[in-house]
């Protein structure tokens, strides 16, 4: 497999583009954090790796109150609560031996929309209950933010050339006089 040389430290989805920042991780710049502003709208298969982090930021916001410490998660993903969070962001912070995850969203409430920043969960020798899920499918949205920054983007749109059959000549003859 290709090492890469750089890493994913923080994104969010902003109108439909994405705003990223990234360490560089050897050469002459290593260590320096990069931040950029997409220019290009994203693929949805990033945005559908975002919202599998919903169910995440609903149990952190402890919207599921009937559920014990044994339901799985995927069902957590079925009630109809996750529909009303929408994660667009995480920060990763912290050494890789002590990393952390903060993830960025919304809830809507029948008053509007709160935006909703989590608490640090640790990645490693958490007490949270879903870390390794949580693990893996942020692994997912950081390998679809990388897919984004190498060019996977939107497909874009382009105006097509409309032909009718006919041809600016039979129009000289349609002349009103």
Do not use: C
């Not at 710049?29 to 559908?48: F, T, Y």
């Not at 599998?52 to 995927?74: C, G, K, R, S």
């Amino acid at each position: 497999m290709e090492e890469k040389n750089f890493e994913i430290k923080s994104s969010k989805i902003v109108d439909l583009y994405l705003h990223y920042s990234y360490t560089i991780k050897d050469g002459v710049n290593q260590g320096d954090l990069v931040n950029r502003k997409g220019a290009n709208p994203i693929h949805e298969d990033l945005s559908k790796a975002f919202s599998t982090l919903d169910v995440f930021l609903a149990h952190i916001d402890e919207a599921y109150h009937w559920a014990d410490n044994q339901t799985p998660i995927e069902e957590l993903d079925q009630d109809i609560v996750t529909e009303g969070y929408a994660v667009t962001g995480f920060k990763l912070v912290g050494s890789e031996e002590n990393q952390s995850v903060i993830l960025i969203g919304t809830k809507n409430t029948t008053y509007g929309v709160i935006d909703i920043v989590t608490p640090k969960i640790k990645l490693e020798n958490s007490i949270y209950l879903y870390v390794k899920p949580l693990e893996e499918r942020l692994n997912s949205v950081i390998t679809e933010v990388e897919l984004y920054h190498n060019g996977k983007i939107a497909p874009k749109y382009e105006q097509q050339e409309m032909k009718f059959g006919i041809e600016e000549e039979d129009f000289e003859n349609d002349k009103v006089e």
